[in-house]
């Protein structure tokens, strides 16, 4: 049993934290809070980190990445978060499932693009009528000759403005028996005739998407898998990377600063007992959410199954709870100045915590909502009967 | 990082878990709970022949040369059992506290005793406001023509009925600060002067009132240095709600895996009532609590057991498990019905398990109080 790092893994840490401290300037924080998608400056940085093998370390050498394993995405992930670096880089995740799915012409063509920062691409599953349940999907994918025609809708696609590439769930085969057979994953060119996107706003402000599909030609080389062999790759795009979660060092900066803010602007503590306590339960339930989240990292990279399946996913529900509660208790903190917006004089923490406060609902939602966690907690980690 | 038992370990923990499903069943649990003395001397015979006595302790002492983590997973195995005896107090609270701190004269004469079954130790630390801060311990140890008199009543002492010999923390100099007066005293349990009485208590588990009147206790039998004890009664406390932990670990794990065999096998509505999700999700909370348990439980051991600083971690991970396993025992409950509020059924012996220790070392608040002072936060 060993709960440190590697010496390579605190390297890449230091590598990667250092690069940021310096690199990820008030600009490109500036585009991360506007939650308006990669902007140049954003832009730029990816390139940046992609010269130095820093966006996608768990991909081998060959397409740009280090070799590494989940431990080095988790310490990514979090490196990224904490600096308010661009986030979420779609196409490390969706090239994880390309690696297993994809042939090698796809894999030349597109993951060195995303490991150097040359190209993004944006997840394509959910639709009006096909959120959790993703299998409803469609959008439809016809065959012809050389091409797929594609017609339908997707929404909630965040980045797709942003992005070169869309990573495309279709339905191949309305016939099929059972509706997830009858599914096929596509990349498609965003900048194909035929595709409008339009933008939709999260309640905290956050950019998202509408993408429309109008008889748009997609050449076969563009699927992925088998065609109506899209659910195979989209579980392992959604279930198959294990671990990659954990550390939670922007969480800790955020507690950081509440507690300082509460010692020294606003509040006595010795007024407010509830402050204290309610912070050091947040900190506890951050910690040992990091603590789940780094050792079902660390099984996924042993390749072992722990005692229980589901560990990662289950850090995944306590750091979403804990997310709200922290967001929700720093609001109480700063009472009636808490509803102030970023650019008013009154506006403490410079409006950061109603941000956020605004946007902690989205992250029990995406990628797999709660409920479908704890579906798949139940009855893959817990073998509990599904009927 | 490795988060994987090594392969002793592995062969520690089936070992034991073979070795308490024969020889401690829940019937032993249950009639030790009505036992006068709380455990069975012919299991306490066997496993300190087994080595579990002196699992931790060094070799040349008659120990098995172990780590902390090796203790660790022992302990969460007696905590899957609802081990009854006085391991805990004997090992944790009595034997670790003389191997870290004891002279060497001290560790010659305790150690082989601990390690070959023959000496139960109990702490004798709480009094009468029950709480684990330095201004608490009043019972008082005056110098005697160089001897020591310990006088007072020690309230919450888990295992002293059966005690051969207490780990008694007094004030020794009352006009110092709360925490620089305390001393640790090794006090025989024959002394005249002991008079100990049997606590009923939600766990069954013999804790007790100990009065010292007029004890005399020879200062050869400081344990640490006069006057400078609770820096060392604090390590042991954080110690000791890691071990504790690990026994709460063990505890809610069987409580998952009752409740999760049960809810397969029950049928209402004509399908077993685990494919509800109602019932699906408490189960899924209960693994949340324990797999956040078992993270927060082995890094605190692992520290430990590598000599790194764990004062931290013990106040994090007591005010997760003591919560947790509240959570746990709750949701267990609540998925299996009324079978399970049975005094018969397996499950009371866990909710009443889940409170005292909940209630030790520190609950949750407690714990939640340190961590505030630690962000920064001045509480008193």
């Not at chain 1, 994953?185 to 706003?201: A, C, E, H, N, Q």
């Not at chain 1, 229980?308 to 709200?324: E, K, N, P």
């Not at chain 2, 189960?283 to 590598?306: F, N, Q």
Request: hydrophobic content about 40%.
């Amino acid at each position: 049993m060993d709960f440190e790092l590697t010496p390579e893994e605190k390297a890449f840490q230091k590598e990667l934290c250092e690069f940021l401290d310096k690199e990820c300037n008030e600009n490109v924080v500036a585009e991360t809070l506007s939650m308006q998608g990669a902007g140049p400056y954003s832009k730029e940085l990816i390139r940046k980190m992609g010269a130095r093998r820093l966006l996608a370390p768990r991909w081998p050498v060959e397409y740009g990445g280090r070799a590494m394993g989940a431990m080095a995405e988790a310490i990514k992930v979090d490196e990224i978060i904490s600096h308010h670096a661009p986030f979420p880089l779609d196409g490390v995740e969706i090239g994880n499932a390309l690696l297993i799915n994809g042939n090698e012409e796809q894999k030349k063509r597109f993951l060195p693009g995303v490991a150097s920062g040359e190209i993004d691409i944006a997840l394509g599953y959910t639709e009006p009528n096909a959120g959790s349940d993703v299998a409803s999907v469609q959008l439809r994918a016809v065959e012809d000759g050389d091409h797929f025609i594609l017609n339908g809708q997707k929404i909630y696609n965040s980045e797709a403005h942003v992005c070169e590439y869309h990573w495309l769930l279709t339905r191949t085969d309305p016939t099929a028996e059972k509706k997830h057979r009858g599914l096929s994953m596509f990349i498609v060119d965003l900048k194909s005739p035929g595709i409008t996107i339009r933008p939709l706003y999260t309640m905290a402000g956050l950019r998202t998407n509408e993408v429309f599909y109008e008889d748009v030609q997609v050449p076969k080389e563009n699927l992925v898998g088998e065609k109506n062999g899209g659910w195979v790759v989209i579980m392992s795009a959604l279930y198959g990377g294990g671990g990659g979660g954990g550390l939670a060092t922007g969480t800790k900066k955020v507690i950081d600063t509440l507690v300082k803010y509460v010692l020294e602007e606003k509040q006595d503590a010795d007024e407010n007992p509830w402050v204290p306590e309610t912070m050091a339960d947040i900190y506890i339930k951050t910690r040992i959410g990091e603590l789940m989240g780094l050792q079902a990292t660390a099984f996924a990279d042993l390749g072992v199954t722990p005692l229980y399946g589901g560990g990662a996913m289950a850090s995944r529900l306590l750091s979403g709870d804990t997310r709200r509660l922290l967001y929700n208790t720093a609001m109480q903190i700063l009472g009636p100045y808490s509803q102030l917006a970023k650019d008013s004089k009154w506006a403490p923490l410079k409006g950061e915590i109603l941000r956020e406060y605004m946007d902690a609902p989205r992250w029990t939602i995406v990628h797999g909502s709660q409920e479908i966690q704890k579906l798949l907690i139940a009855t893959r980690g817990l073998g509990l009967p599904r009927k | 990082m490795d988060p994987r038992l090594s392969e002793e370990q592995e062969i520690l923990r089936k070992s034991a878990r073979d070795f308490l499903t024969e020889k401690c069943p829940k019937s032993l649990v249950r009639e030790m709970e009505k036992d006068e003395k709380g455990y069975s001397p012919e299991l306490w015979k066997e496993i300190a022949d087994l080595g579990w006595m002196g699992l931790v302790f060094p070799e040349k002492y008659g120990g098995g040369g172990m780590s902390f983590l090796d203790l660790a997973i022992l302990l969460e195995e007696m905590g899957r059992a609802c081990f009854p005896g006085p391991f805990f107090s004997t090992v944790v609270l009595g034997g670790l506290p003389i191997l870290y701190i004891g002279t060497d004269e001290q560790k010659e004469k305790y150690l082989p005793e601990i390690i070959n079954g023959k000496a139960i130790f109990a702490m004798a630390l709480t009094e009468a406001d029950g709480t684990y801060n330095a201004s608490s311990v009043k019972v008082k140890a005056n110098a005697d023509n160089g001897n020591y008199v310990i006088n007072g009543t020690k309230l919450f002492i888990h295992d002293a009925y059966v005690a051969d010999y207490f780990i008694c923390v007094a004030r020794t100099d009352d006009k110092a600060k709360d925490e620089d007066g305390i001393t640790i005293f090794i006090v025989d349990a024959q002394s005249p002067g002991i008079s100990i009485t049997v606590l009923d208590t939600i766990a069954r588990d013999k804790q007790c009132e100990v009065v010292f009147d007029n004890v005399k206790v020879p200062k050869e039998n400081i344990l640490g240095k006069l006057n400078q004890g609770w820096s060392e009664v604090q390590k042991i406390i954080e110690r000791a709600a890691i071990a504790k932990c690990c026994e709460m670990l063990g505890g809610m794990e069987a409580v998952l895996d009752m409740t999760v065999a049960y809810v397969k096998e029950r049928i209402q509505f004509d399908v077993p009532v685990g494919v509800f999700q109602a019932i699906q999700h408490h189960c899924v909370y209960m693994l949340l609590e324990v797999e956040g348990s078992r993270a927060g439980t082995y890094d605190a051991a692992w520290r430990i057991s590598t000599g790194r600083p764990y004062s931290d971690e013990a106040a994090i991970t007591k005010a997760w498990v003591s919560d947790a396993y509240q959570r746990v025992v709750a949701l267990g409950t609540q998925s299996h019905g009324g079978v399970s509020i049975m005094e018969d059924h397996d499950l009371p012996r866990y909710f009443r398990r889940a409170k005292a220790a909940e209630l030790l070392f520190g609950d949750a608040r407690f714990h939640r109080k340190t961590v505030a002072r630690k962000l920064g936060f001045k509480l008193a």
